[in-house]
């Protein structure tokens, strides 16, 4: 029997400088499906998906058919999960990006906070416009979402001297403090001057933010989408937008890209960024250094980390 086939979406080289040597046994190729799957298809038993998780990198699951593991360079897996087949291990990229969004969610907090977009607007127009804004000091921010990329986001806002309030699906107290439940969500949301989203898609979290959860948000509160765009009522968020009792950032949306004709870019109060909340330059050397353990892992027949579905 030939070593395995693993598909990377990037130059194995990248691995070598984090292992030294690639792993034994394993055989290579660089290939991106979105653009051309060679006849190889039904060998690959080790499927590193590309990082843009367009619908062709999940059309050529079926044609896997000695695959045993799919890992992704995404912490979210909504994308693929329902087309893996059965048996076959699906492992996200934790880790990845936690760094990247944390970055990113601030930038937008603060951005949206301050009002930077209203300041390159007057810089365009030649206008020296003083104005005063809310500060991110003082605030309570309530994440809605506790895993990796929002403990990451935490230990940012925390020298902000903000107060954190953590929500996830069920409640838990940890070494560092209390963790809410979702089902507490009522009762924090009035309180609330900053809700950043960073939950997974889930059957659960689709539409969570309705009518009835921005309608308890205060007055002037700031809704933060890094999550998925699904996890949001589009109508519901941008009819508070337009009655100007709410403001928002969102990475995410629930058609990308954004088409032109949209109702988001002409929404007062909201800031866009185009689903870039783990594209930069500290993504890679994460994404190298996760991969390359897996592989090592999956050589020496240890368990991989990070299993969302399926038995290794």
Known sequence: MSDPLVWLPFDPSHLRATLGEL??????????????????????????????????????????????????LSAGVDNVRDRVPEGVVLCNGRGIHDSSTAELTLALVLASLRDVPGMVRDQDARRWNTRWR?????RRVLLV???????????RLLPFETEVVRVARTARVEDSGPVHGFDELPALLPGADVVVLI???????????????????????????????????????????????LTAAVDVVDTEPLPADSPWWDAPGLL????????????????????????????????LHHQMTGAY
Request: proline content about 8%; some cysteine; overall charge negative.
């Open 23 to 72: 792993p034994g046994g394993l055989r290579f190729e660089v290939v991106d499906p979105t653009e051309h799957v060679p006849d190889s298809v039904q060998d690959v038993r080790f499927y590193v998906t590309p990082y843009q998780m367009g619908p062709a990198v999940g059309d050529v699951l079926p044609r896997m058919r000695s695959l045993e593991v799919v890992q992704t």
């Open 272 to 303: 866009v960024s185009p689903h870039v909340g783990g594209a930069s330059s500290a993504m890679w050397p994460r994404a190298h250094r996760l991969v390359a353990e897996q592989l090592r892992r999956y050589a020496a027949g240890e368990p």
């Open 199 to 245: 939950c997974p898609l889930t059957d659960e979290t689709r539409g969570l933010v309705d009518a009835g959860f921005l309608a308890r948000m205060k007055d002037g509160a700031l809704l933060v989408n890094m999550a998925r765009g699904g996890v949001v009522d589009t109508p519901a968020l941008l009819a508070e937008l337009h009655a100007e009792r």
């Open 134 to 138: 809310p500060a991110l000091a003082d």
């Open 145 to 155: 979402g506790y895993g990796a990329i929002g403990r990451a986001i935490e230990s």
